[in-house]
């Protein structure tokens, strides 16, 4: 089964602080994502890349950025962490649209 | 804007009953669909896919596809309490990347 793997399952940053949130698949995946949900709000992609070195905005970029250095590592960066950007982090890959995503097992992030 | 609807609970099914999930889809070239099981807190995990209209088994549970009517629906027989959680339904229109968009989920309850 793909793994899909995110480096914590907690974490609780200050307000400005530079967060870095990091996802590895272990079954060569073009495709990765990442989302945030909020109660409600169902999931909303932020960012997604289908190659090494590419990425696409997402529906809520702002405050977020995203490198894509390797094939099987996506990282998640929030520049300067805002109270608004507490929420659940869930990372995703798969090889195509039409053969669903994996989920990471999630981060919780709570800024302060 | 493509969308995917769901209501968003609570459903509340005894237990041992049968539970039925609704989910319809505005794009008509929608190709692939599929149900996700959340529990509280954690992430989501892909329960069934279906690409032909028409009914598709998997033990206790049946998605059933109705393309000509933009509907897809997901079935559990013999409901347990384990099996409340949020279900989420997630469609992919094609082109690879361009990815799967996801209902907002229907909270489900199995009354003991």
């Known amino acids: 089964d793909v793994k899909v793997t995110q480096s914590s399952r907690y974490l609780v940053k200050r307000t400005g602080e530079k967060v870095f949130l990091e996802c590895v698949q272990d079954m060569d995946h073009e495709n990765m994502f990442w989302y945030r949900q909020d109660p409600g709000l169902g999931l909303r992609l932020i960012y997604f890349s289908y190659d090494v070195k590419m990425k696409e905005k997402g529906d809520i970029p702002e405050g977020y950025s995203v490198s894509r250095e390797k094939k099987e590592r996506f990282s998640l960066i929030l520049e300067s962490a805002s109270t608004n950007q507490t929420s659940m982090y869930l990372c995703a890959s798969s090889t195509g649209g039409l053969y669903g995503y994996t989920f990471g097992s999630g981060t919780r992030l709570t800024v302060v | 804007q493509k969308e995917v609807e769901q209501n968003s609970g609570p459903l509340s099914v005894p237990e041992g009953a049968i539970a039925s999930l609704n989910c319809t889809y505005s794009?008509?070239?929608?190709?692939?669909f599929f149900w996700y099981r959340q529990y509280s807190g954690k992430s989501p995990e892909l329960i069934m896919f279906?690409?032909?209209?028409g009914d598709k088994e998997d033990g206790r549970f049946t998605a059933q596809l109705n393309k000509a009517s933009q509907y897809v629906s997901l079935l559990i027989r013999d409901s347990q309490p384990s099996d409340s959680a949020t279900y989420l339904c997630?469609?992919?229109?094609?082109?690879?990347?361009?990815?799967?968009?996801f209902g907002k989920g229907t909270h489900l309850i199995i009354q003991p």
């Open positions: 794009d008509r070239g929608s190709q692939s």
């Open positions: 997630a469609v992919h229109s094609g082109g690879g990347a361009d990815g799967l968009t």
């Open positions: 279906i690409y032909s209209n």
